[in-house]
């Protein structure tokens, strides 16, 4: 897995403090912004403006061994090309 992410509402997120953004255009010209630590370098969240009402966090944020099991997997196919193949 390349990498794990929880959606929450976003009326339903607060965000304290600051954070830094890299805005980054996807394949398929969509665009999303993350925000990481501007001391650590850390993923706090992310937003996509195609879905201006969900806030993604990295699972990895959460100290919960229990946390749920993905249930939704973007870019399955060619992740498991890159990996199967050595390749980065």
Known sequence: M???QAGFPA???AV???SAEYVRV???DGT???????ECGFAVFYRLDAMPDVVAVPVGAF???DFPQ???SVY?????????????
């Open 32 to 38: 999303a912004r993350f925000h990481f630590c501007s």
């Open 16 to 18: 304290d403090g600051r």
């Open 70 to 72: 993905p249930r939704l």
């Open 26 to 28: 996807g394949d398929e």
């Open 2 to 4: 390349l990498g794990a």
């Open 63 to 65: 100290a919960d061994p």
């Open 11 to 13: 009326d339903a997120v």
């Open 76 to 88: 399955r196919k060619a992740a498991s090309l890159g990996t199967s193949s050595g390749r980065h």
